[in-house]
């Protein structure tokens, strides 16, 4: 198996990532949001959108999501995904962004998308020269930006954009989704160990799943496998915790 393939493998074993809704309609909470989303999938048009909110609300879900909903299946396609993890300088604005920007559009797309996930990192040379972009290409490309913090998004962007402000997700969105994921995954638990992790994770549904799946690798989700793994809950080191179980090494896992 290649590197690739194994970190494939193992982001589908990551429960938050095998949860992560397909469309819009999966989306748990944030209702006014997907009503809006919705109806650009409708009318097929939509201004530059800027999502923002804190972490592990649905902000890069509901980004692909959209673009799913938009254009199927290969919504690959048609999207520039540009986050983090790579290089968003002003250079790469200038060369990758701009050629996507500008290129033709495919028949039977109304738009292109471009997803900027953690746009709040960009710099601010970067950021003008990206709202260029979105006036020049507008007719032809949409874009997504995402930001924890929007008011490090320089005002000229912001005034751009419309803006949707994702909100941590309610006790019993949370509850009923972490559930729904024991029910599939034949896992048992505890009543009030499903409260106990929703306040740790303070409305953040990566976290609650990350905490749910580290403690159901102990055995069962109880109020005391919960505590044991609240330190755990970070995704490296729930993976950590998945490769370690995998291994048949369950005592090393705890
Ligand atoms: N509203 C939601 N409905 C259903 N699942 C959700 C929702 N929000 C988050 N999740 C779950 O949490 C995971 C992370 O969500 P996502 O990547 O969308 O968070 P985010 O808001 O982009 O966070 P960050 O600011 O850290 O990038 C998803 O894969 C999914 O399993
Ligand atoms: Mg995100």
Known sequence: MSARDSRKVLAELLWAEKYRPKSLSEIVNQEDIVKRLQQFVKEKNMPHLLFAGPPGTGKTTAAHCLAHDLYGEDYRMYLLELNA????????????????????????????????????????????????????????????????????????????????????????????????????????????????????????????????????????VTVANVYKVVGLA??????????????GNFIKAR
Not at 108 to 134: C, G, S
Not at 163 to 191: A, H, M, N, S
Not at 234 to 247: G, S
């Open 85 to 220: 993890s790579d290089e968003r300088g002003i250079d790469v604005i200038r060369t990758k962004v701009k050629e996507f920007a500008r290129s033709k559009l495919p028949a039977n797309v109304p738009f292109k998308l471009v997803l900027l996930d953690e746009a709040d990192n960009m710099t601010a040379d970067a950021q003008q020269a990206l709202r260029r972009l979105m006036e020049m290409y507008v007719d032809v490309t949409r874009f997504i930006l995402i930001a924890n913090y929007p008011s490090k998004i320089i005002e000229p962007i912001q005034s751009r954009c419309a803006v949707f402000r994702f909100t941590p997700l309610k006790k019993e969105d949370v509850i009923t989704r972490l559930k729904y994921i024991c029910g599939q995954e034949k896992v048992q638990y505890d009543e009030d160990a499903l409260e106990i992790i929703f306040e740790i994770s303070e409305g953040d549904m990566r976290k609650a799943i990350n905490i749910l799946q580290s403690s159901a690798a102990l055995g069962k």
């Open 234 to 247: 970070h995704p490296r080191e729930v993976r950590e915790v998945i490769k370690t179980a995998l291994a």
